[in-house]
Every structure is written in C-alpha cells, then in structure tokens.
C-alpha cells in the first residue's frame, strides 16, 4: 500500500501563490508518475498536472503558464507551485501517484482562492 499526505492548502487572495505538496510512504518502490487533480463542487475531477519519473511533465489547459509541478525522487514526494491564483481555482485538490498501473489518491487538501 501505498499513503500519501498532502499539505500546503488555505485561503488566499487574487493573485497569490500556495505550493501543495504530497509526501508518499509505505510500499513506494515502482511508484511512476505522480500528480494533481482538483475537483470543485458540482464537477469532475480535473487533471492539474502530473510528472512522470524522468520529469516529464503535462499540464491542464487552464492552469499553463501559472503552475508548475516538481518532484523529489530522494523524499518521495511531488510539488505544485500555485503562482496568480484566480477564484477559479477554488478545489480540494488530491494528489493522485501510479504504481506498476495501479493508482493511489491522497484525501485532498482544500484551496479558496477568494478576496
């Protein structure tokens, strides 16, 4: 099994940044890629961004040029950097990891992008 625990979710304004992070522990060897999702109330969970081992990344169309995902191989654990946040962004956001083709979720951490 494999856990993972995000962090790094609040309130904050127009404009501003936040940077989640997902730690994963437990069975981690074979984990590929990992990534984020977000789903606000009354939608469909949404690609944010995921990163491949090598560091390949992809990216959803609404959040290009203002996000940027990173990973820490050594501490198992993946960033997202969060710049110009807009009320639109407002989602619990999960951190989702894929080992040997199956897929793991964290519980979600939420964002409120609100003046």
């Known amino acids: 099994q494999v856990q993972l625990v995000e962090s790094g979710g609040g309130l904050v304004q127009p404009g501003g940044s936040l940077r989640l992070s997902c730690a994963a522990s437990?069975?981690?060897?074979?984990?590929?890629?990992m990534g984020w999702y977000r789903q606000a109330p009354g939608t469909q969970r949404e690609l944010v961004a995921v990163?491949?081992?090598?560091?390949?990344?992809n990216y959803g169309d609404s959040v290009k040029g203002r996000f940027t995902i990173s990973r820490d191989n050594a501490n198992n654990t993946v960033y997202l950097q969060m710049n110009s946040l807009k009320p639109e962004d407002t989602a619990v956001y999960y951190c989702?990891?894929?080992?040997?083709?199956?897929?793991?979720w964290g519980q979600g951490t939420q964002v409120t992008v609100s003046s």
């Open positions: 989702k990891v894929v080992k040997f083709g199956r897929t793991y």
């Open positions: 990163i491949g081992r090598p560091g390949s990344t």
């Open positions: 437990g069975s981690i060897f074979g984990i590929t890629a």
